[in-house]
């Protein structure tokens, strides 16, 4: 499946406007995701997922993130270790990690396994491993079925919440559509400074 999105960012003060496209596949045992972001004059950024399929849902085995060179970090599930490229120390693997394009997919799959929908309040907490470091995520329920204007259409939504804990944390605002299986179909980081991206759903390509 691939997942296009129109984007909008603001950096130094100026708004600015491009595309995504998410591109998702699985045989039932691995899964490869990957996250293009074009928007100019910025360099292109590329998410990079890979992992396994588990009875609890992804375990990733390697996400990465280029700009204008690539970094990584490697779960190592035997050893229960979280080895990065760029030799920072190590960290400690805890149960359930994900990466940050696996965490939005891991809850898009929890939701399609509940026999009942979310409710307000619930929460979802991870170990979540950028390509530098690894922090605890709580995601909560804000809203179960929000209405949105998107560029490919309406959708109606859950609203879940990654509020920041420090003052230098990112929040995630993610909206996920049943009726896309629970594909995120709008996004919004906010860092700490005030800048900001976010990516609204404009279509759906299926094989």
């Given at each position: 499946?691939?997942?296009?999105?129109?984007?909008?960012?603001?950096?130094?003060?100026?708004?600015l406007?491009?595309?995504?496209?998410?591109?998702w596949?699985?045989?039932?045992?691995?899964?490869?995701?990957?996250?293009?972001?074009?928007?100019?004059?910025?360099?292109?950024?590329?998410?990079?997922s890979?992992?396994?399929?588990?009875?609890?849902?992804?375990?990733?085995?390697?996400?990465?993130?280029?700009?204008?060179?690539?970094?990584?970090?490697?779960?190592?599930?035997?050893?229960?270790?979280?080895?990065?490229?760029?030799?920072?120390?190590?960290?400690?693997?805890?149960?359930?990690?994900?990466?940050?394009?696996?965490?939005?997919?891991?809850?898009?799959?929890?939701?399609?396994?509940?026999?009942?929908?979310p409710?307000?309040?619930?929460?979802?907490?991870?170990?979540v491993?950028?390509?530098?470091?690894?922090?605890?995520?709580?995601?909560?329920?804000?809203?179960?079925?929000?209405?949105?204007q998107?560029?490919?259409?309406?959708?109606?939504?859950?609203?879940l919440?990654?509020?920041?804990?420090?003052?230098?944390?990112?929040?995630?605002?993610?909206?996920?559509?049943?009726?896309?299986d629970?594909?995120?179909?709008?996004?919004?980081?906010?860092?700490?400074?005030?800048?900001?991206?976010?990516?609204?759903?404009?279509?759906?390509?299926?094989?």
């Amino acid at each position: 499946m691939r997942l296009r999105y129109e984007v909008r960012a603001s950096t130094h003060g100026i708004e600015l406007s491009g595309q995504a496209v998410l591109d998702w596949r699985h045989d039932g045992q691995q899964y490869d995701a990957r996250l293009e972001l074009r928007v100019a004059p910025l360099p292109t950024r590329t998410q990079h997922s890979t992992g396994r399929i588990t009875p609890q849902g992804l375990a990733p085995t390697r996400f990465s993130e280029r700009r204008r060179s690539e970094e990584a970090v490697h779960f190592e599930h035997e050893s229960r270790k979280l080895v990065f490229s760029n030799n920072r120390p190590q960290a400690d693997l805890e149960p359930g990690a994900q990466d940050r394009l696996s965490v939005l997919l891991q809850l898009g799959a929890l939701f399609a396994g509940r026999s009942a929908l979310p409710a307000v309040g619930d929460q979802f907490a991870f170990q979540v491993a950028g390509v530098r470091d690894a922090d605890p995520w709580t995601f909560s329920v804000e809203q179960i079925d929000e209405t949105l204007q998107l560029p490919g259409g309406t959708q109606r939504a859950v609203r879940l919440l990654r509020g920041p804990v420090g003052e230098h944390d990112l929040r995630v605002e993610l909206w996920l559509a049943p009726a896309l299986d629970y594909a995120p179909v709008r996004l919004r980081l906010t860092q700490a400074t005030g800048e900001w991206v976010e990516q609204r759903w404009s279509g759906t390509d299926r094989p």
